[in-house]
T-cell receptor, first 112, second 114 residues
Framework: QKEVEQDPGPLSVPEGAIVSLNCTYSNSAFQYFMWYRQYSRKGPELLMYTYSSGNKEDGRFTAQVDKSSKYISLFIRDSQPSDSATYLCAMSLYNQGGKLIFGQGTELSVKP | DTAVSQTPKYLVTQMGNDKSIKCEQNLGHDTMYWYKQDSKKFLKIMFSYNNKELIINETVPNRFSPKSPDKAHLNLHINSLELGDSAVYFC?????????????FGDGTRLSIL
């Protein structure tokens, strides 16, 4: 079993839809949670990061962490075709040399 | 200005050859990383360096040897390339490696072994 599980999709939604992307994890010691966006043939780009349970909002993006359920989510409101990409969740511990454990990534397609 | 740059972008070579990938960051960060992304897009850390010192070696075959001449550069040399080495290799950097440190990635080097 992988430490971080993420449905690879693909997920296809119409423009303007609310998108929900999720990851579950098995290591309750994870302290930091991140979401990266990766466009085709590009490197991952950090979208959001947090270290506490609860919600964090940035524009159309909301990251949610539920440590008791070992579950994190990324919500995208008013999705745009430019949001079409692969979304990767990542987690880390304080003292592991910066090592990020990634989910497999969910491929999202937003149709005009 | 590209923050984290890798060369080459594409590398096609024969099994058994030796090749190197170079990475440079101009963000003034202390920590640099190599990740490998397989065909299923699964991204896994290989190495991390902080101020030229090895911090993480994630049970990578010793055919892979990273070298950090200074904190702005981290190169990856691969000996005796195998078919299973075909992947995209990403370099990343962060301010340091403790705590929550956003990592900035390059655009990858696509390695294909024939």
């Amino acid at each position: 079993q992988k430490e971080v599980e993420q449905d690879p999709g693909p997920l296809s939604v119409p423009e303007g839809a609310i998108v929900s992307l999720n990851c579950t994890y098995s290591n309750s010691a994870f302290q930091y949670f991140m979401w990266y966006r990766q466009y085709s043939r590009k490197g991952p780009e950090l979208l959001m990061y947090t270290y506490s349970s609860g919600n964090k909002e940035d524009g159309r993006f909301t990251a949610q962490v539920d440590k008791s359920s070992k579950y994190i989510s990324l919500f995208i409101r008013d999705s745009q075709p430019s949001d079409s990409a692969t979304y990767l969740c990542a987690m880390s511990l304080y003292n592991q040399g910066g090592k990020l454990i990634f989910g497999q990534g969910t491929e999202l397609s937003v149709k005009p | 200005d590209t923050a984290v740059s890798q060369t080459p972008k594409y590398l096609v070579t024969q099994m058994g050859n030796d090749k190197s990938i170079k990475c440079e960051q101009n963000l003034g960060h202390d920590t640099m990383y190599w990740y490998k992304q397989d065909s299923k897009k699964f991204l896994k850390i290989m190495f991390s360096y902080n101020n030229k010192e090895l911090i993480i070696n994630e049970t990578v075959p010793n055919r892979f040897s990273p070298k950090s001449p200074d904190k702005a550069h981290l190169n990856l040399h691969i000996n005796s390339l195998e078919l299973g080495d075909s992947a995209v290799y990403f370099c990343a950097s962060s301010q340091e490696y403790q705590g929550i440190q956003p990592q900035h990635f390059g655009d990858g080097t696509r390695l294909s072994i024939l």
